[in-house]
């Protein structure tokens, strides 16, 4: 990458004000609750990002940028996020080709669509929790309910005790639902509300 384009693109990550200022104000407003911030990804990153070449998916990515934070900070790794909501695909894609990274992709659909054998490790910032009354929404585009709240969490539970031993996940603000009893906390920060978790 060329001198001043490496500049410009360090200046993104400088600050989550900057960051942030990929998106659009509307999407910019939903950031202190819902997007991940660029020193917790950082340190996400730096647990998920074994050895080189891992795959991981972030669960309910939004307009992904946890993934295009990790990414930058662990070039080696592939992130992949799946979200629901097109248009928040489409505002991370074209944040992915400001920030031009080629080591990350991202998917429009459920996380129940997809075979989580293909990633090595996951994030998930409680991507099921709107579903639960009272919660704040990004927006009104998608269906929300408990029954889909525990329905999502069984299904990620099913699917993570199918994972082999050594499998990482890093939670954050989760309820723990999720999480199947063979997945032991490493590591936690944020006032215990980030969890670092590998499966024995």
Avoid at 75 to 99: D, H
Avoid at 100 to 108: K, M, T
Avoid at 146 to 161: A, C, M, P, S, T
Wanted: glycine share 6%; hydrophobic share 35%; net charge neutral.
């Amino acid at each position: 990458m060329p001198l001043l384009q490496n500049a410009i693109t360090e200046n993104w990550y400088s600050s989550d004000a900057g960051f942030n200022a990929l998106y659009p104000s509307s999407i910019q407003a939903l950031a202190h609750k819902h997007w991940t911030p660029l020193h917790i990804s950082q340190k996400v990153a730096g647990f998920l990002a074994t050895g080189g070449n891992v795959r991981i998916l972030d669960i309910g990515s939004g307009v992904g940028k946890f993934c295009l934070a990790a990414a930058h900070y662990t070039p080696k790794a592939t992130y992949f996020g799946v979200e629901q909501r097109k248009s928040l695909i489409n505002y991370a894609n074209a944040a992915k080709q400001n920030l031009q990274l080629d080591n990350v992709s991202f998917i429009h659909g459920n996380f129940t669509q997809l075979d989580l054998k293909k990633y090595d490790h996951f994030y998930f910032y409680n991507a099921f929790y709107e579903n639960l009354d009272g919660t704040d929404k990004i927006d009104d585009s998608i269906d929300y309910s408990g029954e889909l709240y525990n329905y999502y969490n069984r299904y990620l539970f099913k699917q993570l005790e199918q994972k082999p031993k050594g499998t990482r996940i890093c939670t954050l603000c989760s309820l723990e639902n999720e999480m199947p009893p063979d997945f032991h906390v490493v590591s936690s920060g944020v006032q215990d509300l980030l969890k670092f978790w590998i499966k024995i």
